[in-house]
């Protein structure tokens, strides 16, 4: 079924073509790793028609948490989205990758850079980038409070 064609006019799905063409094959970051494969679904709708802006939110604080992880013996929470870009709407049925690397360590916090590429529904192997983002994650205690990073 294409859930795609379902949630849009045919005019918009023109528009959202042309624009893809111009945006479609991308190169994959090579500075990378790719951390998460997700693919939005119905319920992930705004009233647009496109992916709600705060699950896709959701999914890159859950995929940048990857590499902090690594760094970290125990608890972890998000401080700050230091920067979030939604530089093309996502999809019903998109096929999205998350790249992450670490940009940042400090004593207690780790900042990552993460971006999202779709695979458009029917457009698999080529790719758009749909978003980027900074995001800072800090190691806590039981507490709730920071703690120095004791892995590097
Ligand atoms: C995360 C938390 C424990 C940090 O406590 P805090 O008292 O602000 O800690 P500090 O001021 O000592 O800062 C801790 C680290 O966070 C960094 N940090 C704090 N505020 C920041 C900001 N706005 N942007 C980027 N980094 C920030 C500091 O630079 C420091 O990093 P470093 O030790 O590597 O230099 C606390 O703010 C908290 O519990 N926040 C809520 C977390 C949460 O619920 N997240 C989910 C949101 S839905």
Redesign the pocket.
């Known amino acids: 079924m294409s859930s795609e064609s379902s949630a849009q006019t045919g005019n918009t799905v023109r528009a959202s073509a042309s624009a893809d063409s111009q945006t479609l094959d991308v190169q994959l970051p090579a500075d990378k790793e790719l951390v998460l494969k997700v693919i939005p679904m119905p319920a992930d709708c705004n009233a647009n028609g496109d992916i709600f802006g705060g699950w896709v939110m959701a999914q890159v604080?859950l995929a940048g948490s990857v590499l902090p992880s690594r760094y970290v013996d125990g608890r972890m929470?998000?401080?700050?989205v230091?920067q979030f870009i939604f530089k093309q709407p996502v999809r019903v049925g998109d096929i999205l990758s998350f790249f992450s690397s670490v940009t940042?360590?400090?004593?207690?916090?780790?900042?990552v850079q993460v971006e999202v590429y779709a695979e458009r529904f029917r457009a698999q192997g080529r790719y758009i980038k749909v978003t980027e983002a900074s995001v800072?994650?800090?190691a806590?205690d039981d507490f709730?409070?920071?703690q120095?990073?004791i892995k590097n």
């Open positions: 604080d929470a998000t401080v700050a230091n940042r360590i400090g004593n207690t916090s780790i900042t800072t994650y800090v806590i709730g409070k920071p120095k990073i």
